[in-house]
């Protein structure tokens, strides 16, 4: 009986033991507060069944970090002074970065780039996923294992992670901004924020996941976004032999540093990761930790709306960890940064005659960096109408066909104007490259130089700057002006403007001009030299492709009025509305007056809502479910719809 009789002692001097350890714990095993138990949080710590939580040798997956940095349930962690949850694990898993890994166009891209030169599959696999596959690709290189390829990332956790927090995060501060093309260099256990060392409890995510945080203010001014956003790679020539030319693929990086931006906080986090002043605590569970401000939310949006709505779609069969609401407020704050944050546009009637009139289209670019700017398939491009006094066409330049091609695009490329005078010419702002024959091609192993880059220009920007030969302006002729260039003719101006003059064939009566700026990230020709072959990954994304709405985001517009003897007439705009997306459900519209408003939620019914006559327009109070709804707003025959996200 004595062996018997001994057993529960034993556990209870286990049990004794380990009560005495737990309350020896530091502040790092303090919780606060929280659902969890102090073994919960030792041995697991997710709040989020839908990320992976995965260790690799040297990194870890969103899921690990969204178990502190995710959704507080209590409402304490991750909260804005207004009660709005800002945690960054659901704020970056509905955007292109968090997907990059399982973007279909990228997927079906590097097929095709593959296909066209089978015997660089592994240097062209490399290239690509160095970035899009950033954890993936890197641990595979930091152990000293085989080559990260296509076919492995297929099944590899922390690849399919896209790029996460440990992307960014863990990188060396020396050597970020200094190294590009993928090459990305990492601290091993050493993660950077933005936050003084003294000021952030090391102790808990020591504990937790093994790091060690400190301030790094490679964080701060962007030089972790230069690795990836700046990319050069070799040519080849159609045999698929390479010349020993290089081409710049994507300059991102080295355009703002040839703006007025560069060296200031309007950085890349400035518009990407916008900061606000409240004091956010940074960890689940642990309510003694103090406040920090500013808090940068990891919004990541850019302009990239077609391709968000793709993955909205897709996202079971692309198994994107974020649902639709998720998605929805990206595409929202997508559509804002693009539309508030890009390009100011303006129309002006110049003068008229009944046989023409003379209209300047002049558009400033706002951004740090070329618009559009990255991968170049991205275009963005000018529609200008002009209309007599029934609104009858009079003429019009630049719009879209039924299959969301510019109408009078020529065979292999539009050149760039400064004067239109047909129908038949558009002004179309694009990359577009060119192979070691200088043809058109859309293979970036081919590109050799390119052929036009009649982008938008940032302020500030130079010919004479030591970035320039990355950021080359091609195709734009000498007698142009305007572009990047004011009324005395210096540069530096972040600009165009577009000179157009409309026959009017003899009509002498009242005009108006409109004027539209449409984006298209993946813009139909662009696509068809990939389509013209077969892949699975090319047959997937042409499925997904043809199967969306493949209308033009608009970016501005713009318009202005001349009666018969020269009167102007300011066109009536629709009102504009904010917060979007709204925490309370309470959006104003501002200069409502007249204005009819109706909301209809994502299904097409129309929902009550509730009018309240503010300061500065009027408040709407949307529905309490939360969700999409469309706000529709009509004036003086102009109609606007909005999508509003309530969180």
């Known amino acids: 009986m004595g062996p018997y009789r001994s057993r529960p002692a034993l556990v209870l001097l286990a049990l004794t033991g380990m009560v005495l350890l737990f309350t020896a714990w530091t502040d790092a095993t303090r919780p606060g507060h929280g659902p969890h138990s102090d073994l919960d949080l030792l041995v697991y710590r997710s709040a989020d069944p839908d990320l992976v939580v995965m260790y690799s040798s040297y990194f870890a997956t969103a899921g690990r970090c969204a178990g502190c940095h995710g959704h507080d349930s209590t409402a304490l962690a991750s909260v804005d002074a207004s009660g709005r949850d800002v945690n960054v694990a659901d704020d970056w898993r509905s955007t292109m970065m968090a997907n990059s890994a399982r973007d279909p166009f990228f997927r079906a891209k590097l097929e095709h780039e593959v296909l066209v030169n089978p015997g660089h599959q592994g240097a062209i696999e490399g290239k690509c996923l160095s970035c899009h596959a950033p954890l993936g690709f890197h641990e595979q290189r930091m152990l000293g294992g085989p080559a990260f390829t296509a076919a492995m990332l297929d099944t590899s956790t922390i690849g399919l992670d896209g790029v996460s927090c440990t992307s960014c995060h863990m990188q060396n501060p020396d050597s970020a901004g200094n190294y590009f093309g993928g090459d990305l260099h990492f601290d091993s256990a050493q993660v950077y924020g933005p936050y003084a060392d003294d000021e952030i409890n090391a102790a808990i995510m ?8 400190q301030q790094g203010q490679h964080i701060l001014d962007g030089r972790t976004c230069a690795g990836c956003h700046t990319l050069i790679t070799g040519t080849l020539d159609l045999q698929g032999n390479a010349t020993g030319d290089e081409f710049v693929e994507q300059a991102t990086w080295h355009e703002w540093k040839n703006s007025d931006y560069y060296g200031t906080n309007l950085n890349c986090r400035g518009c990407h990761m916008p900061r606000i002043n409240d004091s956010i605590i940074l960890a689940s569970d642990y309510a003694f930790l103090p406040g920090h401000t500013p808090f940068g939310l990891h919004h990541l949006a850019g302009g990239n709306v077609f391709m968000l709505e793709l993955m909205k779609q897709y996202r079971t069969e692309l198994g994107i960890p974020a649902n ?37 289209v002049t558009l400033y670019n706002l951004t740090g960096h070329k618009f559009p700017s990255g991968y170049p398939s991205r275009r963005a491009f000018v529609e200008l109408d002009v209309l007599d006094a029934n609104g009858d066409t009079l ?3 630049g719009r879209f066909d039924s299959d969301f091609e510019v109408e009078g695009h020529d065979a292999d490329m539009e050149a760039h104007h400064d004067v239109i005078r047909s129908e038949d010419e558009a002004q179309i702002y694009e990359m577009v490259m060119g192979d070691v024959n200088d043809n058109v091609t859309t293979v970036l192993e081919r590109a050799k130089t390119p052929l036009k880059d009649n982008r938008l220009v940032p302020s500030g ?38 000179h157009y003059h409309a026959p009017l064939n003899g009509y002498g009566g009242a005009i108006s001009v409109k004027a539209h700026v449409w984006y298209q990230p993946v813009p139909p020709r662009w696509n068809a030299e990939m389509f013209s072959m077969n892949g699975p990954r090319i047959d997937t994304f ?15 517009q713009d318009s202005a009025a001349l009666g018969p003897v020269g009167i102007s007439e300011a066109t009536n705009a629709t009102p504009a509305l904010f917060p979007n997306p709204t925490g309370d459900g309470f959006i104003t519209v501002i200069d409502a007056r007249d204005a009819v408003v109706e ?19 009027t408040r709407i109070g949307l529905p309490a479910v939360k969700g999409t709804y469309l706000v529709v707003l009509r004036r003086n025959g102009l109609e606007r719809i909005q999508r509003v996200v309530r969180e």
């Open 206 to 213: 020591q504990f937790f996941v093994g790091f060690t945080p």
């Open 324 to 360: 639709d609401t998720q998605f929805d407020s990206t595409i929202v704050r997508t559509l804002d940064n693009l539309q508030r944050r890009t390009l100011e546009l303006d129309v002006t009637i110049v003068d008229r005659t009944s046989d023409t009139a003379w209209v300047d």
């Open 395 to 397: 003429f019009h330049s």
């Open 461 to 498: 920007f130079s010919t004479s700057h030591s970035s320039y030969d990355t950021t080359l302006i091609a195709g734009v002729p000498a007698t142009d002006l305007d572009f990047n260039r004011d009324a005395l003719g210096m540069e530096g101006e972040g600009g165009d403007k577009v």
């Open 542 to 556: 042409r499925t997904m492709y043809d199967n969306m709405d493949g209308t033009p985001t608009l970016v501005a």
């Open 599 to 617: 909301v209809f939620d994502a299904s097409g019914r129309r929902v009550a809502v509730t009018l309240q006559r503010a300061s500065n327009g």
